[in-house]
């Protein structure tokens, strides 16, 4: 675990050590005019580096976080109360268990200890209450995991051993596809109402490989890692329409349900797996590494077009015809490409890039065509529109990661200036428009003159978007990508080793 710890980073000195954070942060985050507070910031402190300036709003959620709703799943910044999902059933804590990660990587040590002993005494999966395996999945099970490698705290691999434990009833169906819901007292798993046919969703069961292959490997049993590989077997089998996977698949037949396709919601993450399983296993599963690359060959021939105004874009596919919008999720796909490019066949590395940087500007253009410099929730190509929201209900943001997500890996793979510019547009956008007395809210309409606020602070918004800018801005020896996968929660995980499963067990 040492030498894990040494791969996180080389700095002698901490930012929250050489900020003195926690008087700084308060200080700097009494009233100011808006438009003054980050340049401020950066004069009137010498060691207020753009790196540091993440941390500072990473403070404010978390002290806010802490103030209003501790022990809760989230905080409502503006009511100054707890606020639960239902994704997360009886269970509580989302925040404090998607923030471990980040709270160690920043190095806020007393925030994290803390943190660290409401996990031991608080944290309790055994309640009768229905949720969401993949939401549960990634930000519970990739949070304790992360905090497991990164800490070596062994109260983290127990406990996300025993919430893991908890998730196998899912996988009792005909086919081995998990449903997306489970009472995880009861066992009994169903899925979503509205999904076509009693079907999974493609992005849910595709976003379990990474945290139940680290299950297996910190568990010495099997079973996590053979319930996502029988995943891998039920697809194989299948015809793909166009080499094309729908986003919906029935678990007691083993077909799949309406041909729709998306690079975004109902379908992103899965993509990001294959190709993450491949580099976590140390570039061994070919299997993983085949179907990604297949799969982006598909996608580039029938999903990927350009405007007549020259961006680049994600189109949705249902059924054969195209429609002409990209979501928001869909934005982490820049990054994804790129973070492949290197696996690919030597003619087309520098084409994966260059994908990655297209999709990377127009999701920027989303975010430049709206008054708060914040992006939508979905942005269409159509009707002489480009890259902007068309539709009320897709005018939102909800402080989400995947543009800042894709920034910070296209910086690491190219160190093209341009991409911290961008990051340091969105860092002054959320601080400008976003930041209210109690935290960091969403926005209902980012095309609006005057902030309506939602009333949410997600816990990704600690857990991925902070991470990322933090990251953005910091050195690569921090978080290495060759030693590193983050899961699609911004948990990261090591890379495995073959001789991983020897030291693991001999440190148990």
């Keep these: 675990m040492a030498q894990r710890?040494?791969?996180?980073?080389?700095?002698?000195q901490?930012?929250?050590q050489s900020l003195n954070s926690r008087h700084f942060g308060k200080m700097l985050f009494l009233p100011l005019p808006r438009f003054l507070l980050l340049n401020v910031m950066l004069t009137c402190h010498p060691t207020a580096t753009r790196k540091t300036v993440p941390l500072l709003l990473f403070i404010v959620a978390w002290d806010n976080y802490k103030r209003y709703a501790w022990g809760l799943n989230e905080l409502k910044p503006v009511s100054k109360q707890g606020h639960s999902s239902n994704l997360f059933g009886n269970i509580q804590g989302a925040t404090i268990v998607d923030a471990l990660d980040t709270l160690y990587?920043?190095?806020?040590?007393?925030?994290?200890?803390?943190?660290?002993e409401w996990v031991e005494k608080n944290l309790d999966f055994n309640v009768n209450a229905e949720i969401s395996v993949f939401e549960v999945n990634?930000?519970?099970v990739g949070g304790l995991l992360?905090?497991?490698?990164l800490s070596g705290e062994e109260v983290f691999r127990k406990k996300a051993v025993e919430l893991g434990e908890k998730l196998l009833p899912a996988?009792?169906?005909p086919t081995g596809i998990p449903w997306a819901l489970l009472n995880i007292k009861s066992g009994i798993g169903r899925n979503w109402p509205w999904a076509s046919g009693g079907s999974s969703i493609l992005a849910e069961f595709g976003t379990l490989h990474l945290e139940f292959v680290h299950l297996s490997h910190l568990s010495g049993n099997p079973v996590f890692a053979e319930k996502v590989m029988n995943i891998r077997k039920v697809l194989n089998r299948l015809d793909k329409p166009e080499g094309l996977y729908p986003n919906y698949l029935n678990p007691s037949s083993g077909q799949w349900g309406q041909h729709h396709v998306s690079i975004g919601g109902l379908g992103d993450s899965f993509y990001e797996y294959l190709l993450k399983a491949w580099l976590m296993s140390d570039k061994t599963d070919e299997d993983g590494k085949k179907m990604y690359y297949d799969a982006v060959q598909a996608i580039e021939t029938h999903l990927i077009r350009k405007s007549s105004g020259g961006l680049t874009y994600i189109a949705e596919w249902k059924g054969g015809l195209l429609e002409h919008k990209m979501g928001h999720l869909t934005c982490f796909a820049g990054g994804m490409f790129a973070l492949g490019a290197d696996g690919a066949p030597s003619d087309k590395t520098g084409h994966h890039i260059e994908l990655g940087a297209e999709i990377a500007r127009t999701c920027h253009e989303s975010y430049d065509r709206t008054r708060m410099k914040l992006g939508p929730e979905?942005?269409?190509f159509d009707g002489g529109v480009e890259a902007i929201a068309t539709r009320q209900n897709e005018k939102y943001y909800i402080l989400r990661p995947e543009v800042i997500e894709t920034y910070m890996y296209m910086w690491r793979l190219t160190h093209d200036p341009k991409y911290r510019e961008w990051g340091w547009e969105a860092v002054e956008a959320l601080e400008k428009h976003c930041r209210v007395d109690g935290g960091y809210s969403g926005l209902r309409d980012v095309y609006n003159n005057h902030e309506s606020h939602d009333d949410v602070q997600q816990s990704f918004f600690l857990s991925e978007t902070l991470?990322?800018?933090?990251?953005l801005f910091s050195e690569d020896d921090l978080l290495p990508f060759e030693h590193w996968v983050f899961n699609t929660e911004a948990h990261p995980l090591p890379v495995l080793h073959k001789d991983d499963g020897n030291k693991e067990e001999n440190q148990k």
């Design 146 to 149: 992360s905090a497991y490698y």
């Design 467 to 471: 991470k990322y800018l933090y990251l």
């Design 171 to 173: 996988f009792n169906t």
């Design 138 to 140: 990634i930000r519970f």
């Design 105 to 116: 990587i920043m190095e806020m040590k007393e925030e994290f200890k803390e943190a660290k």
């Design 5 to 12: 710890q040494s791969l996180i980073s080389s700095h002698s």
């Design 378 to 380: 979905a942005f269409r």
């Design 14 to 16: 901490t930012d929250a």
